[in-house]
């Protein structure tokens, strides 16, 4: 038996062991920023992994699991998803995030159902000037009954002195007034190449295509650096509204101005006002800077390819293609430069290391670019280089996607707004080679989706609709078009995410739920994975996050 003086020693080295053990477990409670729980979590990972929960810290994802699991973690921030859905932050694979910024403060012509619908809108909204300018985007001839393209004489009639600046929307062609006309100095005399000025009766109809437009572009006041700031931040609030967190600008261009674009948004990233991630394709006429300073990376900005435009629109019947339009005889559409050119520049970008990303909408302007393609990069499996569009692709050139690695980068909703007027254009049998995402996706198994907002709508799950169901938001047609094109559901998140982010060299950093990647992150109120086709649409984003930061919470 111990004595007092003996026991007492004991009880404080017992009481001390007690308290190293306590001090070590605590010690091994990790903490987090915060934690999410009670939800359907897809991870995108290479498993396609669903879980209940997961766990933020420093703006990154720690760890995901059950809810047992990740309750383990020490954290303030507790949020319960409710039941809900989480996915990885959308993406815009082909966009002009910051020309929708700039056309949001345009007259809005889309939906527009006749040429004289679109004159008593721009009479409506004629005092909404930019620059003293009317500037107005979104006409469809092809909505229209009468299909025909409009000529300027009612607008030179109700506009005889302002400059009156109306962009199809496929952003290939423009119906302007005899006043922008002058001002950009074109008469009977003009000559473009790589584009149009359409001519009738001895007179200027008014209305460019593709290189044409150019010629008025140029005379364009530009705008000024607050409201350059202005455009990017309004992008960015209508993207996060619909769950986008990253997005490729698919050509940013300087027209104009004494600054760059692409400095501008870094910035403004720099300084966390812009949060929206930006791959940015730079423009070819920028190479010469970009062969100097290099390619350019950080968290939020990437700059490493460049926009060629190869050819036009297949809507304005600028798209080039290997035989004739079917609706116009002897109209092939036209390339916007020649192949001399397109292959030197092909041949500088590769030697930079650069991504070339190439439009080509037409089967002879893909075939043309796949052939030069393969010449600066069968070597190169990991160049990464991608055909933007690829929206009529004869059959025969598949093989080139497959044999060099190319990455097709498509629109899905491309094909339901085109197929009312696709094969009139083109005919049945080079429909097979059309809008074909599952063919091409099968090439490599990968397929990067973008909308080519603002040419369509913003909202990344219309393309999602469009890519797995094939069909327009009223249901027709009724067995989806081209059918046999679709996609399926994982593939098609898989292209608006994962996919997206590997074309933009990011795949390590975004566009799965994984450990170590940002925390982007969007919850949806509905299940775009099991829910039914017809509301697929339709379906609400509850609040996006960038970081573990939320950016967007519907309802506030």
Known sequence: MLHKNQAQPVYLL?????????????????????????????SVDSAFSKFSAFAVRDGKILELGTDEKIMEYETQNKIDLKGKFVYPGF??????????????????????????????????????????WIFGRGWDQNDWDNKVYPDNELLNTLFPETPVF???IDGHAALVNQVALDRAGINMNTAVSGGQIEKKNGKLTGLLIDGAVDLVYNVIPA???????????????????VGLTSVTDAGIENTGLKWSVISLIDSLQQKNELLMRVNAMAAIEEMVRYQTKGKYKTDYLNVRSFKMYCDGALGSRGACLLKP????????GFMIHPATYLDSIASEIASIGFQLNSHCIGDSANRVMLKIYEKYIGAKPDARWRIEHAQVVSPDDYIYYKRNHIIPSMQPVHATSDMYWAEDRIGAERMKGAYALKDLMMQNGILAAGSDFPVEYINPLFGFYAAVVRKDQKGFPENGFSIENALTREEALKAMTIWTSYAAFTENETGS???????????LEEDILTIGEEKLWQVKVIATYINGKKVFQRGE
């Open 513 to 523: 739920l994984e450990p170590g990647k940002f925390a982007d992150f969007v919850i």
């Open 325 to 332: 339009y079917r609706d116009q005889k002897d109209h092939y």
């Open 91 to 132: 993406q815009d694979a082909h966009c002009h995030f910051y020309g929708y910024g700039t056309d949001l403060k345009k007259i809005w012509l889309i939906g527009t159902k006749s040429f004289e619908d679109v004159l008593d809108t721009l009479s409506e909204h004629k005092g909404q000037l930019i620059g003293g």
């Open 166 to 168: 109306l962009l199809r």
């Open 223 to 241: 705008i000024s650096r607050t409201e350059q700031k202005a455009a990017l931040m309004n992008a960015q609030s209508r993207c996060f509204e």
């Open 14 to 42: 017992i009481y001390f062991a007690f308290f190293l053990l306590a001090s070590s477990c605590q010690s091994k409670v990790q903490k987090a920023d915060a934690i999410y729980y009670n939800g359907i979590v897809y």
